[in-house]
């Protein structure tokens, strides 16, 4: 079955330690992205890729890196500069980026120790 | 920038019932899209709109795109239990498919 697999489940990151997300997809879609949700509310872009070897800045890319040097990969790595990370991030890709996310992948919980 | 109010926040029915929820935006959307998540999972897409008067069906569950093309409607029919989760509009409209997402409905379904 295609699909998105985010890890790790849940991860607790330390003061002025950097920590990255996982993002996998086996859906051969070109077009990724990364949300941010926090409670109660929509989910908000932080980047989005529309193809290998290029990404956009989302709404709230501040204090988040991403890279995408294979289409199947979409790391997000969240950086001390970021003060409040604790939130629930999604992962999610289309076939391209005019039809919007069509799969999100389960998601990665951040806390902070 | 983009504004979309969705509601009702949070719908308490009986199983069998009929449901109606809906979104509004500040602008002229080009799409729309309808999600589910359930607890610790990602949301899981519905529906997709892409035209004006559009109405669509995915089993029990049928949206529409307005004509005005500022709203649309999720109306789920006879609802069961696992109907229970929180459903998210999102649109996006002009060339940069820019997407805006409401902060969801709370459906709870009462055996």
């Known amino acids: 079955d295609g699909g998105i697999t985010q890890s790790p489940k849940y991860l607790f990151r330390k003061e002025g330690q950097n920590v990255t997300l996982s993002c996998e997809q086996n859906l051969n879609h070109d077009a990724m992205y990364w949300y941010r949700q926090d409670p109660g509310q929509g989910l908000r872009l932080i980047y989005y890729?529309?193809?290998?070897?290029?990404?956009q800045k989302g709404d709230i890319a501040e204090g988040y890196s991403v890279s995408r040097e294979k289409k199947e990969s979409f790391p997000l790595t969240v950086t001390s500069a970021q003060k409040n990370p604790t939130a629930f991030y999604l992962c999610a890709s289309s076939i391209d980026r005019s039809r919007g996310p069509q799969h999100f992948g389960d998601g990665t919980r951040l806390s902070i120790l | 920038g983009q504004q979309l109010n969705q509601s009702p926040q949070s719908m308490f029915i009986q199983e069998g019932e009929d449901v109606s929820m809906n979104c509004t935006s500040s602008?002229?959307?080009?799409?729309w899209l309808w999600y589910k998540q359930e607890p610790g999972e990602g949301p899981v897409l519905l529906i997709a709109?892409?035209?004006?008067?559009e109405l669509t069906s995915n089993g029990r569950l049928t949206a529409q795109f307005g004509i005005t093309r500022k709203d649309s409607f999720l109306n789920i029919s006879a609802s069961i239990p696992s109907d229970v989760g929180i459903y998210f509009c999102?649109?996006?409209?002009?060339?940069?498919?820019?997407?805006?997402f409401g902060k969801g409905t709370l459906l709870t379904v009462n055996p």
């Open positions: 890729s529309q193809i290998v070897n290029d990404f």
């Open positions: 602008s002229i959307f080009n799409t």
């Open positions: 999102a649109g996006s409209g002009g060339s940069n498919y820019k997407l805006t």
């Open positions: 709109l892409y035209k004006a008067g």
